[in-house]
T-cell receptor, first 114, second 111 residues
């Protein structure tokens, strides 16, 4: 299995809703990432988990809450989002630091906040 | 990202070669990558090159690295309509989890 699987593929949520994005990989990768991508822009790093511990938080607002229940799973809990948070949310993984192999990206969750 | 720069658009005729250029500023960059993103999809790693290499070829793809000028290019031979996408250049450093991405080059292949 050489994939990163993200669910759901599309999500529409209201500003008062609570929802979660899920990401799964079975490649034995020990680093997992959340990125946010606006249309026709490069991905922006949000969080990095290394060996199931949060190692980087790029000053992301607290309405985004990551969770890494085990080495294969990564969640992003969403609460009280704003319309400007609408974007493609990409999960990625790498064996450790991404040198050599880079990241393996999932196909993303397209989030619309209404 | 501000550390990696790319031209924004490239239009190429089907069957011709495409060349996408990228410059980076950090001389400690260890690996340089090319990712492809098709509409509505995630990013697909196309190829990468280690900073002590000058060239890497993989089927239709050729990567050239000029470390002195901090210039990276991706050549796609015999460009096809399926090559229409956004191409991102990215760099990483040893022991660093972050990839720094360029703004992306939108490649349009015309018949």
């Amino acid at each position: 299995d050489t994939e990163v699987t993200q669910t759901p593929k599309h999500l529409v949520m209201g500003m008062t809703n609570k929802k979660s994005l899920k990401c799964e990989q079975h490649m034995g990768h020990r680093a997992m990432y959340w990125y946010k991508q606006k249309a026709k822009k490069p991905p922006e790093l949000m969080f990095v988990y290394s060996y199931e511990k949060l190692s980087i938080n790029e000053s992301v607002p607290s309405r985004f809450s990551p969770e890494c229940p085990n080495s294969s799973l990564l969640n992003l809990h969403l609460h009280a989002l704003q319309p400007e948070d609408s974007a493609l949310y990409l999960c990625a993984s790498s064996p450790g630091t991404p040198i050599g192999n880079g990241y393996t990206f999932g196909s993303g969750t397209r989030l619309t906040v209404v | 990202g501000e550390d990696v720069e790319q031209s924004l658009f490239l239009s190429v005729r089907e069957g011709d070669s495409s060349v996408i250029n990228c410059t980076y500023t950090d001389s400690s960059s260890t690996y340089l990558y090319w990712y492809k993103q098709e509409p509505g999809a995630g990013l697909q790693l196309l190829t990468y090159i280690f900073s002590n290499m000058d060239m890497k070829q993989d089927q239709r793809l050729t990567v050239l690295l000029n470390k002195k000028d901090k210039h990276l290019s991706l050549r796609i031979a015999d460009t096809q309509t399926g090559d229409s996408a956004i191409y991102f250049c990215a760099e990483s450093q040893s022991n660093d989890y972050k990839l720094s991405f360029g703004a992306g080059t939108t490649v349009t292949v015309r018949a």
